[in-house]
């Protein structure tokens, strides 16, 4: 089993929409979350961070960490064609030289 | 601008022709690393460095080389390219302790 396991996609939803993107962990040592944005040809960006269990909101954003379950996820709400990009969770252990573990990433296409 | 840099961009190469992708951070991070992505597969890391002079292999190590002489540059070697090596390459670097991972641009290289 992958230490991180992503809903393959590819995603296409109508302008407006709430997507709701998700991964599975399999490590229960793994204590943080991250969610990167990658646009075509270009490299991932940090979209949203997390610790431990919990919500987190910046705009329409939300990240979610269920560490029970071992589920994250991100929640895009009034969803826009520029939000169209491949969306990759990733997570790490605690310490300063633990390395991110990503999910394969999963292509959003928000339609006008 | 802070950036991650790499050259080339594009690189089309034949079977056992050395080649090396140069990355380049103005951010002064203490880490960097280098990745793939694959479709289907994500990204995986291939090498990363804690500091000049300290290397250390990442999950898909074999046929790459790295170095770290100076603090803003991590090149990555390919001694003797091989088809299976066909692939996205991504820089990244980041401070210790966080998990904002500045990406460059990606060189998508074909082995022939």
């Known amino acids: 089993q992958k230490e991180v396991e992503q809903d393959p996609g590819p995603l296409s939803v109508p302008e407006g929409a709430i997507v709701s993107l998700n991964c599975t962990y399999s490590?229960?040592?793994?204590?943080?979350f991250m969610w990167y944005r990658q646009y075509s040809r270009k490299g991932p960006e940090l979209l949203m961070y997390?610790?431990?269990?919990g919500n987190k909101e910046d705009g329409r954003f939300t990240a979610q960490v269920d560490k029970s379950s071992k589920y994250i996820s991100l929640f895009i709400r009034d969803s826009q064609p520029s939000d169209s990009a491949t969306y990759l969770c990733?997570?790490?252990?605690?310490?300063?030289?633990?390395?991110?573990?990503f999910g394969k990433g999963i292509t959003l296409s928000v339609r006008p | 601008e802070a950036q991650v840099t790499q050259n080339p961009r594009y690189l089309i190469t034949v079977t056992g022709k050395k080649l090396t992708v140069t990355c380049s951070q103005n951010?002064?991070?203490?880490?960097m690393s280098w990745y793939r992505q694959d479709p289907g597969l994500g990204l995986r890391q291939i090498y990363y460095?804690?500091?000049?002079?300290?290397?250390d292999k990442g999950d898909v190590p074999e046929g790459y080389k790295v170095s770290r002489k100076e603090k803003r540059n991590f090149p990555l070697i390919l001694e003797s390219p091989s088809p299976n090596q066909t692939s996205l390459y991504f820089c990244?670097?980041?401070?210790?302790?966080?998990?904002?991972?500045?990406f460059g641009p990606g060189t998508r290289l074909t082995v022939l």
């Open positions: 990733a997570t790490r252990y605690t310490g300063a030289n633990s390395k991110l573990t």
């Open positions: 490590n229960s040592a793994f204590q943080y």
């Open positions: 997390t610790y431990s269990s």
């Open positions: 951010m002064n991070h203490e880490y």
């Open positions: 460095s804690m500091n000049v002079e300290v290397t």
């Open positions: 990244a670097s980041h401070r210790p302790n966080t998990d904002t991972q500045y």
